[in-house]
């Protein structure tokens, strides 16, 4: 049941992924059209509107989007019962923050919660921890996939809730490089493994 869950998960994130890339290109391709009739477009009424619908459009997937990202990090350290039962319980008191004090508190504790766990999956496989469940073999592609989801989750995050904070480019520049390199551990993981392999004979 939880390998149908996972697939399932991985189906609905890009989904939702693709759904997000075709509003954002609609967007761009209509604002720029405009933009090309009237010089002045963006200090129309009209562009408003189109901000507040291009808003309306992404909202409801970005907050999906954001709850599929919190639910898929508990798979790592969570199998079987232990899995559908923790993805419940943060799920349940998300929407229990969001009701108590709103939607953004409720992104963030699941956010923040799903950045914790995250933390805490990269070090685990730092020591070798064989509690993991990974998709994938080998110590660097596991390591950069859980970097690659720890950026890709404060991309989100900052995305979402701090637009307007100061540490806005603080956490992007962070995100960015967090990507960046678990993209490179991913996709180099036999080159970066072999060097350090030939790295490690030649010390010893």
């Avoid at 996972?6 to 075709?22: E, M, Q, R």
């Avoid at 405009?34 to 189109?50: D, G, H, I, K, P």
């Avoid at 921890?129 to 990974?134: A, E, F, I, M, Q």
């Avoid at 995305?159 to 991913?186: Q, R």
Wanted: glycine residues 8%.
């Amino acid at each position: 049941m939880t390998k149908n869950l996972n697939y399932i998960l991985i189906l609905l994130t890009i989904f939702i992924l693709v759904a997000i890339g075709v509003i954002f290109v609609y967007g761009s391709t209509y604002s720029w059209l405009q933009s090309l009739q009237s010089a002045s477009w963006r200090q129309t009424v009209t562009y408003q509107n189109y901000v507040s619908d291009m808003n309306v459009a992404v909202l409801p997937l970005s907050v999906a989007l954001v709850i599929l990202l919190g639910l898929c990090v508990p798979k790592r350290i969570f199998s079987g019962m232990a899995l559908l039962q923790s993805m419940a319980a943060l799920l349940v008191v998300s929407i229990f923050v969001v009701l108590s004090f709103g939607l953004k508190p409720g992104i963030g504790f699941l956010l923040s919660t799903a950045v914790l766990i995250q933390a805490v999956v990269i070090g685990m496989t730092l020591v070798g921890s064989k509690r993991l469940s990974y998709e994938v073999n080998g110590f660097y592609l596991q390591i950069g996939s859980a970097i690659l989801h720890l950026g890709l989750i404060l991309f989100v995050f900052d995305f979402v809730l701090l637009s307007e904070s100061p540490f806005h480019l603080l956490v992007y520049w962070v995100s960015t490089a967090l990507i960046g390199i678990g993209m490179i551990l991913s996709f180099y993981s036999g080159e970066i493994s072999r060097l350090a392999q030939e790295r490690g004979k030649r010390s010893g």
